[in-house]
């Protein structure tokens, strides 16, 4: 309907055909959203009317959501608004790792061992950390995986080392080898945090500011983790659940005793995590939440996609709906300062659907063709976190 007003005005007046499109409510609306975005396409331009166009179906898109009874969360025309479907897989750009069921070396107490009786339900939160306190960009590099996992690693260090230290995005981008395609073929076109997490533990990391993140792919400047050697677990092995330990030499082990991915679809290990351990990498179906402006999500079906990576950084209550908080790395004008929360239920093991696409967005080579995801999005289906050791004994 509007552009047949726009057609009619433009009979019925003596003003010019720019005069009637700034005038227009909705190209209002989007000039307002190319300045505050920074968007340098030139009004007139091929690239306006297509972003024009997109930013038109994502805010008729965010109405007809809104219109709904009892919704929870609210849709908007955030920072995505302008992008298309294409565009917005890319960013996505972690398609997660669908894999024979394996177990790693449990050699240590796992958190599915735990239970999680002594973890307060109601409410957790790592915000407070000043690693957490700016929100990432991941830009247009299919890099998530190496955002979330250099997110956790962060936050981790601030937590359990006595002098916080970061770990680079850009090198794992760079450097992390992906021979087998899990989540992608690898740096920008995706991988995983487990890959991630064994890189950490074979090779000493750099810091973010001796290797700035760049958004593309790069150059990896050290020895790959196929060049150096293997020193735990085989390729093969990196995607099994449990505990993968660093062996006795490796470069990480000052930082990292080992790491653990989480029961595939396990409620209560992944509560215990949050609240014994620190913030944790989680793999999601974010195909839905490029309007999510604020309120609790609950808008994901049952059959998820996983082909996206993030950080759980906490969980609490609103008004009886029980909720988990995500900080995403989208920007801090996404969602709720950069965050979104998702619907959360003591039921969430049995909130479970199937994944018919890991060979297309979600799978190793050789995966399995379906896998069972549970949970709001399929958060529950693979989750990752990092063992550091204690702090250190300040000296007298």
Known sequence: ????????????????????????????????????????????????????????????????????????????????????????????????????????????????????????????????????????????????????????????????????????????????????????????????????????MEHPMQTAREIPYEAVDGHCEGASLLQGGNHGDTDLDVAAVGFHAAAADAPGLKFMTGWERLPENGYSALLRAIGERGPVAVSVDATAWSSYMYGIFDSCEKDAVINHA?????????????????????????????????LRRDDDESYCGIDHQPEEGTGCEGGPKQVKVCGMCGILYDNVVPHFRNPEPSQA
């Open 1 to 200: 309907m509007a552009y047949k007003i726009v057609c009619v005005l433009s009979l019925v007046s003596v003003t010019t055909g720019a005069e009637v499109r700034s005038h227009h409510p909705l190209r209002e609306k989007f000039d307002g959203f190319r300045q505050k975005y920074g968007r340098t396409y030139a009004e007139g331009s091929k690239e306006y009317e297509h972003r024009f166009a997109l930013f038109s179906q994502a805010a008729a898109v965010a109405e007809r959501f809104n219109s709904r009874p009892g919704r929870l969360w609210t849709a908007g025309t955030g920072p995505l608004a302008d992008r298309s479907e294409q565009e917005l897989q890319s960013i996505r750009g972690w398609f997660g790792s669908a894999r024979q069921s394996r177990r790693g070396n449990l050699r240590v107490a796992s958190l599915a061992q735990l239970g999680s009786a002594d973890i307060p339900k109601e409410f957790m939160n790592w915000t407070s950390l000043s690693s957490l306190e700016m929100v990432r960009d991941q830009g247009g590099c299919g890099s998530c995986w190496a955002v979330t996992a250099s997110t956790v690693l962060d936050s981790h260090a601030e937590i359990y080392k006595s002098k916080q230290r970061s770990f680079s995005a850009q090198e794992l981008v760079s450097c992390v080898p992906n021979p087998k395609k899990c989540g992608g073929s690898g740096a920008c076109s995706g991988a995983t945090v487990e890959l991630a997490f064994q890189y950490v």
């Open 310 to 342: 993030v950080t759980l950084v906490g969980y609490g209550v609103e008004k009886g709906q029980m909720y988990w908080t995500i900080q995403n790395s989208w920007g801090p004008n996404w969602g709720e300062d950069g965050k979104i929360r998702l």
